[in-house]
């Protein structure tokens, strides 16, 4: 077995939180020997993530603005059966290829693609191909995890860009259209218009189960697309996903204290609870590893697991607001409490996404007349989260 000791810093995973580590700490620390290992082709998979602007401290935007490729300075939109509105708040999309020829870019022979890892221990990486990278620390960003500790309902959806035959007349993002066709939970379309010809569209559910049904769901964004008008050319991109919202669970059995090796990203239940929304714990996340670079292997998993459990804490209310969502919400109604939360401040609605609710944010969001039946807001409540 071939043992290669030129590495202080071992990143497993070039999903988005791995990569911004790895661009954190080789921008604070320039000399640090780092090495990224994907098991995929190219980093960042076959995803597109998105923020608005007060996601991300203006401080850190230098972090990820390189892999913005559209923005939409004049806002967003949401849809509901009883309601329409358009805020100001600017919004950002970065795709995988743009964040994969970023971080070649940037790092340059520190990337290695197509390596698939066996083993991890807090100093050193094991491929399935029997190499073993020595490293003066190890952190586990592989995204997914064991989700058996956790109470969790679940975000799915199929995204699909299409090429038009003619223009769509899109000018800015839907974040939610909820005017569809209720199915499955709570269902929307989410749209991003590329280019005056090529628009992205996402057919998204809030539901109780992680089954995906593709087939379904493309046939769904070929009739909204129908819906409006569009004659679509051609598809030119598809991507899928299942993302985690969490409820309920066990921290502790989730990344058991015992673990020696650091994690990040989704791995260490690092995302907005309520939304499964990742990138601006990402990028703080990114940022507070390089703060504390250069540790060792148990220093760096210590104070990961640490910044982890503080995460765990924080996202209390979003857990509550979730168990209200999947425990008393009908599923086809849920569409409701979306609907009710959208007539708020705008300020508020950042702070929520980006996992900042103040005291009076949270206050406000559950007072007034609940969306939901009493009863059953209050059976989820009482019901102790597992």
């Not at 071939?2 to 954190?24: R, S």
């Not at 980093?43 to 972090?63: M, P």
């Not at 491929?127 to 975000?155: H, K, M, Y």
Request: net charge positive; charged share 20%; aromatic share 10%.
């Amino acid at each position: 077995m071939a043992i290669i000791t030129d590495c202080d810093l071992a990143v497993a995973g070039g999903g988005l939180a791995g990569c911004l580590i790895a661009l954190a700490v080789a921008a604070r620390h320039p000399d640090t020997r780092l090495l990224l290992v994907e098991s995929g082709d190219t980093l960042g998979g076959n995803h597109i993530w998105s923020f608005f602007d007060g996601d991300v401290a203006a401080c850190d935007r230098w972090l990820i603005e390189p892999m913005v490729a559209h923005r939409w300075p004049q806002g967003h939109e949401v849809r509901f059966p009883g309601h329409g509105r358009q805020l100001a708040a600017p919004y950002n999309s970065i795709t995988s290829a743009r964040l994969d020829a970023h971080v070649r870019q940037t790092l340059g022979k520190r990337v290695l693609t197509g390596a698939d890892v066996s083993a991890l221990t807090p100093g050193s990486v094991t491929l399935s191909d029997g190499r073993t990278f020595q490293a003066g620390a190890v952190i586990d960003a592989r995204g997914g995890a064991n989700f058996a500790a956790l109470q969790c309902g679940w975000q799915k959806f199929v995204g699909q860009t299409l090429r038009l035959g003619a223009p769509h007349g899109v000018s800015h993002p839907v974040i939610m259209d909820a005017t569809v066709e209720q199915a499955d939970g709570y269902r929307f379309v989410y749209v991003l218009p590329w280019d005056e010809r090529s628009i992205f569209v996402e057919d998204t559910y809030y539901s109780d189960r992680p089954d995906l049904e593709g087939a379904a769901l493309d046939r769904r964004i070929a009739a909204y697309a129908e819906a409006q008008g569009w004659q679509v050319e051609a598809v030119v991109h598809r991507e899928s996903g299942v993302l985690p919202v969490v409820h309920g669970g066990d921290f502790d059995r989730f990344w058991p204290k015992d673990d020696p090796v650091a994690r990040a990203g989704v791995r260490a239940g690092l995302f907005q609870p309520m939304t499964g929304y990742s990138l601006p714990d990402a990028v703080r996340f990114a940022l507070d590893v390089a703060a504390a670079w250069p540790v060792d292997g148990g220093g760096l998993a210590q104070m990961t697991r640490s910044r982890a459990a503080r995460h765990w804490r924080q996202g209390g209310y979003y857990r509550l607001l979730g168990r209200m969502l999947f425990g008393a919400a009908v599923p086809e109604q849920r569409w409701r409490i979306f609907e009710r939360f959208y007539r708020l401040d705008p300020g508020l609605i950042g702070r929520f996404y980006s996992g900042r609710s103040t005291l009076k944010d949270r206050i406000r969001i559950l007072c007034g007349r609940p969306p939901v039946p009493i009863r059953g807001a209050m059976r989820a409540l009482m019901s102790p989260p597992a």
